[in-house]
């Protein structure tokens, strides 16, 4: 069985420029969590997410992030205008319904120049 | 809101040896669940240990093992016969068990290294 899958692994932007992270969960996982993790931090909570509803987004920031988890394909977490503090490595992880185990994926590790 | 506390940045051990990570936290929950990951140089988050927070029996997993000190609000991890390959950062995590599914929050974590 595939675990959770994100890509890109490595992603480089620009001041001011788009970031579309994806995050394929687990098969059966209805519930997809976002994860940030800065340099020398440990992993702070930013969206959870079922299929076509936002659960809870208290972790994310206000303006310039946003998330989806459409019926159909990937998790989306999307960045716009990104600045050099969005650099860190953001990591998914997913869940199946009633369960409190979550199941992570290796991470995007995003680069802002 | 939870919080989790980790007050050893950075720790080594001797290969063989045991060593043991803190971690405390702070909630008003009475149900929950505690967790210790590992973060290896690949930075995949790998689950090491889980303890429930009604079960008063240590959690053990092979070479790791927890102390769980519910009223101190304390959740140790123990690595006993320390192998090269646990060199890594250590995450505590505590989650709140609800009706649904709920986040983690994390501790800030503790860098392992096992020397040989």
């Known amino acids: 069985n595939a675990g959770v899958m994100q890509n890109p692994r490595h992603l480089v932007r620009r001041r001011g420029q788009e970031a579309r992270l994806r995050c394929s969960p687990v098969?059966?996982?209805?519930?997809v969590y976002w994860y940030r993790q800065l340099p020398e931090e440990g992993l702070k909570f930013m969206v959870y997410?079922?299929?076509?509803?936002?659960?809870?987004e208290s972790g994310m920031p206000k303006e310039r992030f946003s998330a989806e988890f459409p019926k159909e394909g990937p998790s989306i977490l999307r960045i716009q205008q990104v600045v050099r503090g969005d650099s860190a490595a953001y990591f998914c992880?997913?869940?199946?319904?009633?369960?409190?185990?979550?199941?992570f994926g290796p991470g995007t590790r995003l680069t802002v120049t | 809101a939870q919080t989790v506390t980790q007050s050893q940045p950075e720790m080594s051990v001797q290969e063989a040896e045991t060593v043991t990570l803190s971690c405390t936290y702070d909630?008003?929950?009475?149900?929950?669940?505690l967790f210790w990951y590992k973060q290896p140089p690949s930075r995949q988050m790998i689950l090491v240990i889980r303890q429930e927070a009604y079960k008063q029996q240590n959690a053990t997993e092979n070479r790791f093992s927890v102390n769980f000190q519910k009223a101190a609000k304390s959740f140790s991890l123990k690595i006993s016969d320390s192998q090269l390959g646990d060199t890594a950062m250590y995450f505590c995590a505590f989650m709140k068990r609800g009706s649904g599914n709920t986040p983690l929050v994390f501790g800030k974590g503790t860098r392992l290294s096992v020397i040989a």
């Open positions: 992880a997913s869940s199946p319904q009633g369960a409190y185990e979550q199941y």
């Open positions: 909630t008003s929950e009475s149900n929950y669940y």
């Open positions: 098969k059966g996982h209805s519930h």
């Open positions: 997410l079922q299929k076509e509803n936002i659960i809870d």
